[in-house]
């Protein structure tokens, strides 16, 4: 009878052993799950630079983007409100998780975009990942008339002769990667480098340029950011075509102020460009940010769940 007893008290220790072994395993494994940080930014456009942020799957993002003159002629223009502006419409998917699609149309040489965006690493709460790395890139169509081409006032003059354009020398390229991190509740920022191509460009102007990009936020109120972005055109002579840096693209300093919602953001900002597509700013930019070469703009985006 005592070995039963004995057998019997084994046994129930045994099980209490193992069910509290599989019950501190099931904690552990609670405890070591991890989870991507959620509002590293409150929208994938940062002013006018792209962030690592891809909305969920089945999203549809809408974004009007909108730059006025330069505030260079003061109260003449009302500070560039009356001058020169551009204004791109796009539309955004996001077909499977950290993909994104989309397209849009931009006033300045009739540009049309297609895009992808796609985040390889998400930054996780526990630092499991400590950064988000995401890859973008876009095409660029100019689509002016082919007479503005041969004339010879693209880019100062087309280098070709007349008659020999061709549909590819419409296109230009912008590729970019984007390391990103949350700090905590109010402070995020990213950096990135990027390489942009032009097909067809003036005899006194590059084909290629290599950038690099700072920018990030300051969240001041639970809907409130301090914003900012920063791009600098690289001189790199291996890659250049000039003999001096005559027409080097100057630097795009942009600060501003967002305001979000769960769907929406809307950023109000002063930028030392007139673009509004990434792949112009790192190439043409000649705005000089100590000359009020300053132009105001914002940005707003608007997202629908399928």
Do not use: C
């Amino acid at each position: 009878m005592k070995k039963y007893n004995l057998l019997l008290f084994l046994f129930s220790l045994i099980s209490i052993v193992s069910f509290a072994q599989e019950e501190a395993t099931d904690t552990v494994d609670v405890k070591e799950k991890d989870y991507p940080v959620s509002a590293v930014f409150e929208s994938g456009y940062l002013i006018d630079a792209q962030t690592t942020v891809i909305p969920e799957v089945k999203t549809l993002e809408f974004v009007i983007q909108h730059k006025f003159g330069t505030i260079e002629k003061g109260s003449a223009d009302l500070w560039g409100i009356y001058g020169s502006s551009n204004i791109r419409l796009g539309l955004n998917f996001v077909p499977i998780k950290n993909l994104q699609i989309g397209a849009g149309i931009t006033k300045r040489q009739m540009t049309t975009d297609l895009n992808a965006k796609w985040t390889v690493l998400q930054q996780t709460r526990k630092n499991t990942i400590p950064v988000s790395v995401t890859l973008y890139g876009n095409m660029g169509i100019d689509g002016r008339n082919i007479s503005v081409f041969e004339s010879g006032e693209v880019r100062e003059a087309y280098s070709g002769p007349v008659g020999s354009f061709k549909f590819p020398d419409r296109l230009n390229y912008f590729s970019q990667l984007i390391v990103s991190r949350k700090f905590n509740e109010w402070l995020s920022l990213q950096a990135g480098v990027s390489f942009t191509h032009y097909n067809a460009v003036g005899t006194l102007y590059d084909h290629d340029k290599v950038g690099v990009h700072f920018n990030g936020r300051i969240k001041v109120s639970p809907q409130g950011s301090i914003i900012f972005n920063y791009d600098e055109p690289l001189k790199i002579k291996q890659i250049s075509e000039q003999i001096s840096w005559t027409n080097h693209p100057k630097t795009n300093l942009s600060f501003g102020y967002e305001i979000s919602t769960g769907t929406h953001a809307f950023q109000i900002y002063m930028g030392s460009t007139q673009s509004l597509l990434p792949q112009d700013n790192i190439m043409w930019n000649q705005l000089d940010m100590g000359d009020k070469g300053f132009a105001i703009g914002f940005t707003m985006t608007r997202l629908w769940a399928f």
